[in-house]
């Protein structure tokens, strides 16, 4: 299965195992550190791979 692009509050929520409204002040945390480097977000949703990048821990 392809992976998707975006992720949304309810996916970050689920991943994350917290409430929506942590998954939101999660988000919304991604979303400013990447408008700060003048990329174009979607409230409410959150790249996929930056999340990973961010939050996600390598087993290495």
Same mark, same amino acid.
């Given at each position: 299965?392809? =992976? ?5 509050? &309810?996916?970050?929520? =689920? ?5 929506? @409204? ?15 480097? &003048? ?18 821990? @390598?087993?290495?």
């Amino acid at each position: 299965m392809m =992976e998707k692009n975006f992720m949304t509050v &309810d996916d970050v929520a =689920e991943e994350l195992s917290v409430s929506k @409204s942590k998954a939101y002040k999660i988000v919304r945390q991604l979303n400013k550190e990447l408008e700060e480097k &003048d990329i174009i977000t979607v409230a409410g949703r959150v790249c996929t791979s930056y999340f990973r990048k961010k939050v996600m821990y @390598s087993g290495d």
